[in-house]
């Protein structure tokens, strides 16, 4: 913990248990005053990090997040983001300040309709929800460019938890936004009176949890970024912010000025063995393992026709052999299809065509055969990859199966 003492880190966490053990913040801000001087983001998230590696539940920092912050709050708004229009964390703030408008926006509507008993009267109304709730169903890019850019980089400066209880929080914002989706689409089945109910319900809890949301990211979690983030990872961020892409609603002049594209990142001593890829490095046998393992049949054929590899799965779709590496494509098919191979291939090195797709039936089995133009950076033909998979079981999927429902 950067630069606090010993002594002051245990009046904190002092603190924080007592805000655990229901004494009031009034009580603890009195009692703390002094140790409150001067504290900022970053410690009070390290505070909680060390709380929860002492065994305070998680879920217990989460659910009384708004307390700590009803004693810090004063220290929290006493920071001043000093960050420019375009940079990554002014974006995210930018679309938190829109959300809430929208949210807002839901609300008025929400109590609006609750003076209206005949929904004939309400399109113009139920036109503005779908639009609002059209605008949170693309803001899941925020929380997906959070999820898998901030929190990892984060988390590699050792700030693990406040990483984890944000994403706690998204998983519950998305519940809601879950119900209002479901609600829109549900408008014609369901009576007006129940629409109306479940509306205002969904309404105020949407409006509760984004308030507090949005203020722990803009107070807590964004300035201690701020504070551990280097130069570099700041354009890596947001190099990988713009490949995710940004809500419909992000405005566009905090997205159009990018870091180039060729802007190198730092070089790193990669180990002998270890091949560096754009997005991290494996070792051959990882390479080749992840390959065997994936659930469809690889080949790839070189920009000369010839076929230089092909994945060893376990239960393979067509008989491959270590004696086709070096052939040419057309002579691993029947006669009367190469003329079809020539023109699949002949239509990728022209770059008419990316993808090519087939499927048929076999052994009473849907087989589906994509073959794919793979090109460098620059857009220059390498050759092309067949991929093959076996579609039978996956049409039989229906409904949902999530995450926790697994039993090993």
Known sequence: MSGLAEDKKKMLKELIRQLHSGVSPEQVKEKFKDVLKGVGSEEIARIEEELVREGMPRA??????????AVFREQLEGQRLQVPSVHSVNILMEEHKIMLQLSEKLSTIANKLQQISDKNYVADEFHQIEHVSRDFRDSEKHYVREENVLFPILERHGVTEPPAIMWMEHDQIRQHKKRLFKLVEDYGTISFEEFKKQLRETA????????????????????TALQVFTEQEWKDVRREFDEIGYCCFTPESLTTVAEKREEKTEEKAVPEGVIQFGAGTLTKEEVEAILNTLPVDITFV???????????????????????????????HPQKSVHVVNKIVES???????????WINMNNRLIYIRY?????????????????????????????KRLLDWEG
């Open 348 to 358: 990728f090195k022209d770059d008419k065509k990316d993808v090519a797709e087939f």
């Open 302 to 332: 070189g920009k000369d026709d010839s076929v230089k590899y092909f994945s060893e799965g376990k239960e393979r779709i067509f008989a491959r052999t270590r004696a086709i590496i070096g052939r040419k494509v057309q002579q691993c």
């Open 372 to 400: 794919f133009a793979v090109r460098d950076k620059s857009g220059k033909y390498l050759g092309t990859m067949e991929v093959t998979q076996d579609l039978t079981d996956l049409k039989k999927i229906e409904g949902e």
């Open 60 to 69: 217990e920092i989460q659910r009384l997040c708004d307390v700590h912050l």
């Open 204 to 223: 105020e809890v949407l409006a509760s949890i984004l308030s507090s949301h949005f203020y722990k990211e803009n107070n807590i979690l964004f300035p």
